[in-house]
């Protein structure tokens, strides 16, 4: 996505050290950042100071990018949303654990969900590639689960960090095959394999812990 004027204004001002400009950006970014850090380690403390450390990785690498490297093409989400995931892998190489449960999640701050006259929507126009191996029949389905409810939390948590960072990106935060790719380092081909992997075990963990929660509320289950 090509950036808006205002926007290269911003982030050129931002580049010469304008604390004004970058606050801007911050006020723009900051929350789907920590938003994704938190969905990914389900944890709100770290997300905060993971999020600062990535804002603060940005302050100065904008700096130091040429000017010539902020063109029209140039997409800040993706390269904020890049640092914030590297900044979340390596504090999990640190701690050598998966992070604490994922749970209780308002999936519908932010992202392409939308709630329509036949209930929640996913605003995504599906391409099939040649194969049809990564066809997008059915997502709308995976899209509606990942925004709803602690079921979901539970499912996103059994998942490797590698799938839930594929179905965050992609689904809650919005960012297209390309982009989400981008962010995690990885070629595009092999992010729609793990997409489409993420997808399939996402499906099978979510309604293993849907059928889990309708059981808990027994005769409740079908009161609205």
């Known amino acids: 996505m090509a950036i808006k004027k205002l926007e290269a204004y911003i982030l050129e001002q931002a580049r010469k050290g304008d ?3 970058f606050s801007a950006i911050f006020e723009e970014y900051g929350r789907p950042v920590a938003g994704y850090l938190y969905r990914l380690l389900g944890d709100r403390e770290a997300a905060g100071d993971l999020s600062q450390e990535t804002f603060l990785k940005a302050y100065r690498g904008l700096m130091k990018l040429p000017a010539s490297d902020i063109g029209p093409n ?8 890049t640092i914030a995931h590297h900044n979340a ?3 999990m190489r640190r701690n050598k654990r998966r992070g604490a449960s994922l749970t209780a999640f308002n999936w519908l701050d932010s992202g392409r969900f939308r709630q329509g006259s036949g209930g929640l929507m996913v605003e995504e126009s599906g ?8 066809s997008e029949a059915g997502s709308e389905n995976v899209a509606e689960q990942v925004a709803l409810g602690d079921a979901v939390g539970r499912a996103l948590s059994q998942l490797s960090k590698e799938h839930a960072a594929c179905l965050i990106l992609h689904y809650h935060q919005g960012f297209s095959y390309v982009e989400a790719a981008t962010i995690l380092g990885l070629p595009l081909t092999t992010f729609k394999m793990r997409l489409y ?3 399939q075990a996402f499906q099978q963990l979510y309604e293993a812990e849907d059928a889990r929660s309708k059981a808990e509320l027994g005769p409740f289950s079908g009161l609205e």
């Open 19 to 21: 604390h004004e400009a």
């Open 74 to 81: 140039f997409n800040l989400s993706a390269w904020l949303f």
């Open 89 to 91: 892998m390596d504090y």
């Open 127 to 134: 391409t099939e590639t040649a194969s049809g191996l990564f």
């Open 197 to 199: 992997r993420a997808r």
